[in-house]
């Protein structure tokens, strides 16, 4: 094994222990982008926002259609919405991008940047990245392109807070415990 690497195809981001995984992946990208996809929908099928197809606005029940588009899930209500989606992606990566924030902002677990450790809104207001249905604040748009290099590593930062129950700076929650003042002369 090499350098992990990150490889584009077809504007998704595949990532590779080393450069010598690139050829066996572009000899077949069908199989292995099916095994991705797989895990992709697992991933972020729990904290999908929306109930409702993108495109038609239909109530989406059990007989959704999951696809991804550049390492997204999206749940369609048919395979012609799917398909559709398909050529144009863009408006409905806004409209899903603008409902992961609003559901993930009330509870985002981190008060300082993931990427540079300064506090959020001490560079003006956050900047919000969405990865894959994780919403990632950082403190400015220089550290946007970091995210994208490795994403998975930040993805793992903020759920490994989230896990800790309160707004932290990755640190364990002290929430619950009380701490009396200290009482001069004792």
Do not use: W
């Amino acid at each position: 094994m090499g350098t992990p690497i990150n490889f584009m195809h077809e504007g998704r981001q595949v990532r590779f222990c080393c450069r010598g995984c690139v050829p066996k992946f572009k000899a077949t990208p069908d199989k292995y982008l099916a095994q991705i996809d797989k895990k992709i929908i697992a991933a972020q099928k729990k904290g999908y926002p929306v109930n409702f197809c993108l495109l038609s606005r239909e109530k989406l029940d059990e007989s959704a259609k999951e696809v991804v588009i550049k390492n997204r899930l999206v749940r369609l209500c048919c395979l012609g919405c799917a398909r559709k989606i398909k050529k144009d992606s863009e408006k409905v990566f806004e409209e899903l991008d603008s409902e992961i924030t609003k559901m993930q902002s009330k509870n985002y677990p981190l008060t300082t940047c993931v990427i540079s450790g300064e506090k959020l809104g001490s560079m003006g207001p956050a900047k919000n990245v969405i990865v894959g249905s994780t919403l990632v604040k950082l403190c400015c748009k220089g550290c946007v392109s970091k995210v994208a290099a490795d994403p998975a590593k930040f993805i793992e930062m903020v759920n490994s807070a989230k896990k800790s129950d309160s707004p932290t700076e990755g640190k364990p929650s002290n929430k619950g415990k009380i701490k009396k003042p200290a009482t001069p002369g004792k």
